[in-house]
């Protein structure tokens, strides 16, 4: 599979039926799996055979969906989650436990940062939050003995800054940890960090990747390039014998196939987030048109920021597919093809303008979603980032005037006639 064009792999990639099988990647709507002997069944349970035994577990409907999308990242492995949520949670706790620390890109996804700021700190690990922006030095200075991982997301989410992974992927492995870059807003089809030094990719797939608001879903991919065993006091987890499973230890067992091993059968049996194959089979329709759908919101959305920053009433517009922007630079280097459909901007009359823009839309809806074929709106100061302080939203990249427009696949004209007649209810 693994030579076909990104486009092809969108289509084909994951599953692959034999003589007389569905052509359409069946959902094994089953939770359980038959064996004839209870010998077969304790090889399972044992890791020393591969197999399905229970859906938390594996499901081969999800088992397909995941490959396809680790051949679209070019990964090693993968698996599905139920939510971009846990898919970020288990990435960080496969790889690191109480008295541990993150180092993370500040401005991340609102649920992200909760989760990050807060949970996992109840959990034990410790996040330190870092400027994008930040200089190497400075970067270089929030790592402490115990960091596990440094995180970020490719583009962030809402704040649209663009991630220069050289050179956080540059201190990660520095002080010889792997890099995590949720990739949720420029896909795989406009961006590939692991081209870029970074070691394992999160997705919410609930976003672009199923692309039409029907499921909620995430995904994590290895690119297997992260050497465990170079650092393993660090990570014993993976190095260590497991108890849990016969003593055996991740990285001897199966290689690059450690980390994705140990996820699913740790955090996935234990935690139990697992993407329902009804959901997986879903994603996967949206997968099979993602790099139709890409270029398309690519192109509304900069048409949409042009229109915005030539109106007389917009005080700011952030794209970062705009000539100008911050972040076009990096933009060009990392996505050249397009970045993703989102952009953000603020008007003259500040925080009460924008909202009253909003309430004047008729298609564009205000709904707490980006990414999919529908055009819509959020105000993240009183949605999303609501629980954050003032100051932690500037952090996060979130001015109190940010209207967050994911911009959809309908005519670009009838998008901007919606907001036209908005703008001028202001
Ligand atoms: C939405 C989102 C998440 C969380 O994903 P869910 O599927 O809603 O749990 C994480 N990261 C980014 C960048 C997101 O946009």
Not at 25 to 50: A, C, H, N, V, W
Not at 259 to 287: C, E, H, V, W
């Amino acid at each position: 599979m693994s030579n076909y064009k990104i486009e092809t792999k969108c289509i084909q990639s994951g599953y692959e039926p034999q003589n007389g099988e569905p052509r359409v990647l069946p959902i094994y709507q089953s939770t359980t799996f038959k064996y004839s002997t209870s010998d077969q069944m304790g090889r399972l349970f044992d890791l020393e055979d591969s197999g399905y035994f229970y859906t938390r577990l594996q499901n081969p409907t999800n088992d397909a969906v995941a490959a396809k999308i680790c051949d679209l990242e070019g990964g090693v492995a993968a698996m599905l989650t139920s939510s971009g949520q846990a898919a970020n949670f288990y990435a960080i706790m496969n790889i690191a436990e109480k008295g541990d620390h993150i180092v993370c890109a500040s401005a991340l996804y609102g649920g992200t940062y909760n989760l990050f700021a807060h949970t996992i700190k109840k959990m034990g690990v410790d996040a330190t939050f870092v400027d994008p922006d930040c200089s190497e030095e400075e970067l270089n200075a929030v790592f402490q003995e115990n960091t596990k991982a440094v995180f970020g997301e490719s583009i962030a989410n809402p704040a649209l800054v663009v991630l220069d992974f050289e050179k956080f992927a540059e201190a990660a492995h520095a002080h010889g940890v792997p890099f995590i870059v949720d990739n949720t807003f420029a896909t795989p089809i406009n961006c590939r960090p692991f081209e870029w030094g970074v070691d394992i990719i999160t997705h919410s797939t609930t976003k672009y990747m199923d692309g039409h608001a029907t499921c909620v879903g995430g995904a994590i991919v290895d690119s297997g390039n992260f050497d465990w065993e170079a650092h393993a006091e660090k990570f014993p987890g993976l190095t260590t014998p497991d108890e849990t499973y016969h003593g055996i230890i991740y990285t001897q067992k199966f290689g690059k196939g450690a980390y994705i091993t140990k996820a699913t059968s740790q955090l996935m049996r234990d935690l139990g987030s697992i993407q329902s194959p009804q959901n997986a089979f879903l994603l996967n329709l949206g997968l099979e048109t993602l790099h139709l759908r890409m270029p398309r919101h690519c192109e509304n959305a900069l048409t949409v920021a042009k229109y915005l920053q030539s109106h007389e009433k917009v005080a700011w517009v952030n794209y970062p597919g705009l000539e100008g922007d911050k972040y076009y630079d990096l933009a060009q280097k990392y996505m050249p093809n397009g970045t993703c459909g989102v952009l953000t901007f603020g008007l003259k009359g500040g925080r009460d303008a924008s909202v009253k823009m909003m309430d004047s839309l008729k298609m564009v809806a205000i709904v707490t979603h980006v990414a999919d074929a529908r055009s819509c709106v959020l105000h993240p100061a009183s949605h999303t980032h609501r629980q954050m302080n003032e100051q932690e939203l500037i952090e996060a990249g979130v001015q109190p005037d940010l209207i967050r427009f994911s911009v959809g696949l309908e005519n670009a004209e009838d998008i901007i006639a919606d907001v036209r007649q908005a703008l001028e209810q202001v």
